[in-house]
């Protein structure tokens, strides 16, 4: 018998089920039970249900937070803004990959080809303002750039995100070293002089 959980508010328990489900989902995907849901989060089967209405609206949830934008906002306060531009960029592109090899492997697990509501306004604006943070931590290095920055990162991410899907890269999945220098340096050798 699971003993009784520690009461806490509806929303406080909400949170505690979404985050014990997510590491389960990576595991069991869909198939994943209720009662392996309430061991993990230490609380009995019917407890789930008084905050959900369902495990598939528990699911939902789970997911809404591990695609959620406030994860890059908080993933990305790890970043140095005073790191030399290099070091920075391979700071921004190590923190994507681990984000992204994390949601590829979550949509894996549960079946799914396309974030939830990628399309939207939402995620529009999500995506605006990862760029805008993006943008801040590039700050005065920006105008080291040969073409826009808002065009670097947008390379910077495109790169990052085939780099690092284990089927696009056939494998071999990209360095975070490798992927900023291609972007700063290019592939051509350097001319000499």
Do not use: C, N, Y
């Not at 489900?21 to 789930?48: D, S, Y």
């Amino acid at each position: 018998m699971t003993p009784r959980a520690t009461p806490l508010p509806a929303d406080q328990r909400r949170d505690a089920l979404v985050e014990a489900v997510l590491p389960l989902l990576r595991q069991h995907g869909r198939g994943v039970t209720t009662r392996q849901i309430a061991e993990a989060a230490g609380v009995a089967e019917g407890t789930i249900f008084r905050v959900f209405p369902s495990k598939d609206d528990l699911i939902a949830a789970a997911l809404a937070r591990a695609f959620s934008p406030e994860g890059w906002t908080r993933d990305l306060a790890v970043v140095d803004p005073g790191a030399p531009i290099r070091e920075r960029l391979e700071q921004i592109v190590a923190v994507m990959q681990r984000r992204l090899t994390d949601i590829f492997g979550l949509m894996k697990a549960i079946g799914l080809v396309a974030p939830p509501r990628h399309d939207s306004d939402r995620a529009d604006a999500a995506r605006a303002h990862v760029t805008e943070q993006l943008l801040a931590l590039v700050g005065d290095d920006a105008e080291r750039f040969r073409i826009p920055a808002v065009d670097v990162l947008h390379t910077l991410r495109l790169l990052t995100f085939a780099g690092s899907h284990h089927e696009i890269a056939d494998g071999r999945l990209l360095t975070p070293h490798q992927i900023v220098g291609i972007v700063l340096d290019g592939v051509l050798k350097k001319e000499e002089a």
